[in-house]
């Protein structure tokens, strides 16, 4: 089993729609999780941390799962500017970081 | 502020030459990481650092070196390059460790 695992899509999805990608991690000692977003032939770009309450950011909420170890993005009202693909990033107590390979998302007009 | 800068863009290499993938950033970060990033991979970490003149590496180290002399810049080497090497190649710098990261362009590396 992968460390950090994420379905990579793509996920096709219309103008306005709500979206939500899964992250699993094997490491129950993980104790930061981030999301970043990459848009094609771009650098990474940092989203969003996951705090263990959840967080939110305008149309954005980020949650995580401790007891079934995975964290969730979820996009609301989608825009076409956020055809990207999100990347989360787990990071274990002892400082061992591992990048997820990443969901396409795409979103049509 | 310029951020996260890498030279250059694109280079292709023969099997067996060398080269410096150079990388500098303006945000007075001590934290500076190198990854490679394979189509339909995760990045992978190559080597991090901490502040100038100490280096670590990550997963993934064999057939590349790092130095840190000063806190701006952190160039990797890749020596007796592979076409296993072949790869995007992202810097990146965080004021925390591993905490929200600044990426560079990237350099785009095919070893033919």
């Known amino acids: 089993r992968k460390e950090v695992e994420q379905d990579p899509g793509p996920f096709n999805v219309p103008e306005g729609a709500t979206v939500a990608f899964n992250c699993t991690y094997s490491n129950s000692a993980s104790q930061s999780f981030f999301w970043y977003r990459q848009d094609c032939r771009k650098e990474p770009k940092l989203l969003m941390s996951?705090?263990?309450s959840g967080n939110e950011d305008g149309r954005f909420t980020a949650q995580l799962n401790r007891a079934s170890q995975y964290i969730s993005l979820l996009i609301r009202d989608s825009k076409l500017s956020d055809s990207a693909t999100y990347l989360c990033v787990v990071i274990a107590n002892n400082n061992d970081m591992r990048f997820g390979a990443g969901t396409r998302l795409t979103v049509k007009p | 502020n310029a951020g996260v800068t890498q030279t250059p863009k694109f280079r292709i290499l023969k099997i067996g030459q060398s080269m410096t993938l150079q990388c500098t950033q303006d945000?007075?970060?001590?934290?500076m990481y190198w990854y490679r990033q394979d189509p339909g991979m995760g990045l992978k970490l190559i080597y991090y650092?901490?502040?100038?003149?100490?280096?670590d590496k990550g997963e993934v180290p064999n057939g590349y070196n790092v130095s840190r002399s000063t806190t701006e810049d952190f160039p990797l080497r890749l020596e007796l390059a592979a076409p296993s090497q072949t790869s995007v190649y992202f810097c990146?710098?965080?004021?925390?460790?591993?905490?929200?990261?600044?990426f560079g362009p990237g350099t785009r590396l095919t070893v033919l």
């Open positions: 990146a710098s965080s004021r925390l460790l591993y905490n929200e990261q600044f």
């Open positions: 945000m007075n970060h001590n934290y």
């Open positions: 996951v705090y263990s």
């Open positions: 650092s901490v502040g100038a003149g100490i280096t």
